[in-house]
């Protein structure tokens, strides 16, 4: 599903991101764009984000 509309990032994008080795919501958001832009999907990116650096 989409998480980010505004730079089409979807919550695959956000765990791939983790997989190849970003380590915090930050890192994720440099590397996808997500949340740079309107900020509405920073909430559920974050928790999305959180839960795949927990399941690592
Ligand atoms: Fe992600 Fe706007 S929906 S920055």
């Avoid at 599903?1 to 990032?9: P, R």
């Avoid at 919501?25 to 959180?50: D, Y």
């Amino acid at each position: 599903m989409y998480v980010c509309l505004c730079k089409g990032i979807s919550d695959r994008h956000l765990r791939q991101s983790v997989e190849d080795g970003s380590h915090s919501w930050r890192q994720v958001q440099r590397e996808t764009g997500c949340g740079t832009q309107c900020g509405k999907c920073a909430c559920v990116g974050k928790q999305i984000v959180r839960e795949a650096i927990h399941e690592k």
